[in-house]
């Protein structure tokens, strides 16, 4: 392997034909970049679509109620039950399942003010866990916080556009707005990681603390819905079941009843996707790996024609003694050392061009509905490495058993 003699005839071939060892090696470049630059691509691609899930949580489920279908425990059919604040807690202390737990109440769209500005929102009530799940970010300040929710104070989370429309340019953290004649303290301003027909409303809400919605509107402890995300060894399709179960024994729902307890879970939908994605990371490295294989079939040819080039000088070899095992490590090595280091610089050439782009996206701020930090995983790395060196040896193995099997007889006969 470290043979200086050996490495000087590599290095000697490979100057005496400059532009055969060129386009060689471009193919094997060409097949390695292409690679990574597909890959990196479709990871931006699943990361944009995964960011519609919300940041840090994509295994949740939505729980509402619907009218009951069937009699129970007296209780006639068509009945609506309420969910309230207690069945939130009673579900954190009896389904250990659950990880993060929000309920939203809705005021429905009313007069928020500041000074002379003023328009109509929706006012929703929270708890602190509605930012960790659905897929909302701050753009200044906080959101609501636990001891907010203890004391039921009177603080407000305003939407990026209520914002713009009440405090154009000016600060609005620290400033009062004012709902039904109470007045809020301004602590944080949110709105939707991607803004889409769907997200716009997060624009235009105020959010105060579910506690003090309840203190200051005389709203009875009510809760329009709720989200739950189930812990990260858990799939939400086991903690359902008992979340459902629990809601229908406090609410006299009966067992069997299909309504009742309303909802849905993003299991299947984000599996679905991981599938989809899956299927798409298959088919890129199919694509890129074809690309490879074209170049790596031009490397075998190049090194087929090298060995009947060689004929003579092998025959010789051969003549002296050289095994057949020095003649296949002498052809390996060069097919190696070539696929090696042209793949090498495509690696590094599909790296830093993923890279550029991913840096231009942050430099120009540019937020893509389905498109979101492409990069290049560390595994996508050393697995192209490894195939590099598969390539290599593969590429070299033909031509090299064919030199090896060279009669030097046949080979010293003039041609």
């Given at each position: 392997?470290?043979?200086?003699?050996?490495?000087?005839?590599?290095?000697?071939?490979?100057?005496?034909?400059?532009?055969?060892?060129?386009?060689?090696?471009?193919?094997?470049?060409?097949?390695?970049?292409?690679?990574?630059?597909?890959?990196?691509?479709?990871?931006?691609?699943?990361?944009?679509?995964?960011?519609?899930?919300?940041?840090?949580?994509?295994?949740?489920?939505?729980?509402?109620?619907?009218?009951?279908?069937?009699?129970?425990?007296?209780?006639?059919?068509?009945?609506?039950?309420?969910?309230?604040?207690?069945?939130?807690?009673?579900?954190?202390?009896?389904?250990?399942?659950?990880?993060?737990?929000?309920?939203?109440?809705?005021?429905?769209?009313?007069?928020?003010?500041?000074?002379?500005?003023?328009?109509e929102?929706?006012?929703?009530?929270?708890?602190?866990?509605?930012?960790?799940?659905?897929?909302?970010?701050?753009?200044?300040?906080?959101?609501?916080?636990?001891?907010?929710?203890?004391?039921?104070?009177?603080?407000?989370?305003?939407?990026?556009?209520?914002?713009?429309?009440?405090?154009?340019?000016?600060p609005?953290?620290?400033?009062?707005?004012?709902?039904?004649?109470?007045?809020?303290?301004?602590v944080?301003?949110?709105?939707?990681?991607?803004?889409?027909?769907?997200?716009?409303?997060?624009?235009?809400?105020?959010v105060?603390?579910?506690?003090?919605?309840?203190?200051?509107?005389?709203?009875?402890?009510?809760?329009?819905?709720?989200?739950?995300?189930?812990?990260?060894?858990?799939?939400?399709?086991?903690?359902?079941?008992?979340?459902?179960?629990?809601?229908?024994q406090?609410?006299?729902?009966?067992?069997?009843?299909?309504?009742?307890?309303?909802?849905?879970?993003?299991?299947?939908?984000?599996?679905?996707?991981?599938?989809?994605?899956?299927?798409?990371?298959?088919?890129?490295?199919?694509?890129?790996?074809?690309t490879?294989?074209?170049?790596?079939?031009?490397?075998?040819?190049?090194?087929?024609?090298?060995?009947?080039?060689?004929?003579?000088?092998?025959?010789?070899?051969?003549?002296?003694?050289?095994?057949?095992?020095?003649i296949?490590?002498?052809?390996?090595?060069?097919s190696?050392?070539?696929?090696?280091?042209?793949?090498?610089?495509?690696?590094?050439?599909?790296?830093?061009?993923?890279?550029?782009?991913?840096?231009?996206?942050?430099?120009?701020?540019?937020?893509?509905?389905?498109?979101?930090?492409?990069?290049?995983?560390?595994?996508?790395?050393?697995?192209?490495?490894?195939?590099?060196?598969?390539?290599?040896?593969?590429?070299?193995?033909?031509?090299?058993?064919?030199?090896?099997?060279?009669?030097?007889?046949?080979?010293?006969?003039?041609?």
């Amino acid at each position: 392997m470290f043979d200086y003699d050996k490495w000087q005839e590599i290095f000697g071939t490979m100057r005496k034909h400059k532009l055969r060892t060129a386009l060689t090696a471009l193919g094997v470049f060409w097949g390695i970049f292409m690679l990574i630059f597909v890959l990196g691509m479709g990871q931006g691609l699943e990361n944009g679509v995964y960011k519609g899930f919300g940041q840090q949580v994509k295994n949740v489920m939505y729980v509402w109620t619907t009218r009951t279908s069937k009699p129970y425990q007296g209780f006639q059919p068509g009945r609506v039950p309420r969910l309230k604040l207690e069945d939130i807690k009673a579900i954190k202390n009896n389904v250990p399942q659950v990880d993060l737990i929000a309920p939203r109440l809705s005021m429905g769209t009313n007069t928020v003010s500041f000074g002379e500005q003023s328009d109509e929102y929706e006012i929703r009530g929270e708890l602190e866990d509605m930012i960790k799940i659905e897929a909302l970010q701050l753009h200044e300040g906080r959101y609501i916080n636990k001891r907010d929710i203890a004391e039921s104070r009177k603080v407000a989370v305003i939407g990026k556009r209520v914002k713009e429309v009440l405090f154009g340019q000016a600060p609005c953290i620290g400033a009062y707005i004012q709902v039904r004649g109470v007045q809020f303290k301004v602590v944080g301003v949110f709105g939707p990681m991607q803004v889409k027909p769907w997200t716009e409303e997060d624009l235009e809400a105020v959010v105060i603390p579910l506690t003090a919605m309840h203190r200051t509107f005389g709203m009875g402890g009510r809760v329009d819905y709720f989200i739950c995300s189930a812990k990260p060894s858990v799939l939400v399709s086991e903690m359902e079941p008992k979340v459902r179960g629990v809601l229908k024994q406090r609410h006299h729902v009966a067992p069997d009843d299909p309504r009742g307890i309303g909802g849905f879970n993003l299991q299947e939908e984000f599996l679905s996707v991981q599938v989809i994605f899956g299927g798409m990371k298959l088919f890129l490295w199919f694509v890129g790996i074809g690309t490879l294989l074209a170049g790596i079939v031009g490397v075998s040819n190049i090194m087929l024609i090298i060995v009947k080039e060689r004929t003579k000088e092998i025959g010789i070899r051969k003549a002296l003694g050289a095994t057949p095992g020095s003649i296949i490590s002498m052809i390996l090595i060069e097919s190696i050392f070539l696929t090696s280091i042209s793949g090498y610089l495509g690696l590094i050439a599909g790296t830093f061009v993923i890279g550029g782009i991913d840096y231009l996206l942050i430099l120009n701020e540019a937020d893509l509905d389905n498109f979101h930090h492409p990069t290049v995983n560390l595994t996508v790395g050393i697995g192209a490495i490894l195939l590099l060196i598969i390539a290599g040896t593969v590429a070299g193995l033909i031509p090299a058993l064919q030199a090896a099997r060279v009669r030097p007889v046949i080979a010293l006969k003039d041609e």
